[in-house]
């Protein structure tokens, strides 16, 4: 128990570095996390030996070291996001028998991630791998409407840089994302394919920042209101629980 609660301390104290802007001096750590100075002094030394926190002399404080920079590449190449939401997906589309996928923002584009076929059901032009403009698809705008406003400004500040199909203008663009947020969910028709039809929901992290969505795409001669409906909170509910598995 004794190593857990130092293993406890450390975590503690790495992520109280990670959250600061800057590197601080010991005796901010040790008030933040709770311990007596001359243990914090001892506990730094450890992660400091191990590469997790740098000691910067001069100025007397104490910072991320480059392991911890090497933790977060470990994680992106074990694509924890796919390995724990393509069970999820498969479920979604066991129980609503229509295709489904995760996507993620990439730039102004989203790059799907995982493809679930359902059978008996249309082809997609998408699959892993493939990009399409986020303004034109319902995974694009569930995560465009859970985002900052000010990074939609950032990544739409004008009408040069919006496609063909999709809202025109940024003030357009912004007006779709305030129906996305008060529906709680975001849908495509007939933009991608003219007979198909899409609903999504944005996956968040624990900060609430939206990393994916999860669509379903069907026919729409094929849905009528009461089907969509369950197809909305099929990809709501499997959003949630993908966020909760993050």
């Given at each position: ?15 109280h ?8 001096p ?14 914090t ?5 450890v ?6 926190v ?6 007397r ?6 392991a ?13 996001l ?37 059978a008996g ?17 319902a995974?694009g ?8 406003r ?16 999709g ?18 969910h ?7 394919a003219p ?8 996956v968040?992290d624990?900060?609430?920042h939206?990393?994916?969505a999860?669509?379903?795409t069907y ?10 409906a ?14 909760l598995?993050?």
């Amino acid at each position: 128990m004794a190593n857990a609660t130092a293993a406890g301390h450390a975590l503690r104290a790495l992520t109280h570095l990670a959250s600061r802007a800057e590197p601080i001096p010991a005796a901010h750590l040790a008030r933040a996390i709770g311990l007596p100075r001359s243990s914090t002094y001892h506990l730094l030394a450890v992660l400091i030996d191990h590469g997790y926190v740098v000691h910067y002399a001069e100025e007397r404080t104490y910072g991320i070291g480059a392991a911890v920079h090497e933790l977060g590449a470990g994680y992106q190449r074990q694509d924890p996001l796919q390995r724990l939401a393509r069970p999820l997906v498969e479920q979604l589309v066991d129980a609503t028998t229509h295709n489904a996928h995760l996507a993620v923002l990439s730039g102004r584009d989203v790059l799907y991630v995982i493809e679930e076929r359902a059978a008996g059901r249309p082809s997609l032009v998408t699959d892993v791998g493939v990009r399409l403009p986020a303004t034109l698809t319902a995974s694009g705008l569930a995560v465009l409407a859970a985002l900052p406003r000010k990074q939609v400004t950032a990544l739409y500040p004008s009408a040069a840089v919006m496609v063909e199909g999709g809202p025109p203008t940024p003030s357009a663009l912004r007006r779709e994302l305030v129906a996305v947020r008060s529906r709680g969910h975001a849908v495509e028709e007939g933009s991608i394919a003219p007979e198909l039809s899409s609903v999504a929901s944005a996956v968040l992290d624990r900060d609430g920042h939206p990393v994916a969505a999860v669509a379903v795409t069907y026919r729409r001669e094929e849905v009528d209101d009461g089907v969509r409906a369950r197809l909305v909170e099929g990809t709501r509910h499997t959003a949630e629980r993908i966020g909760l598995r993050l």
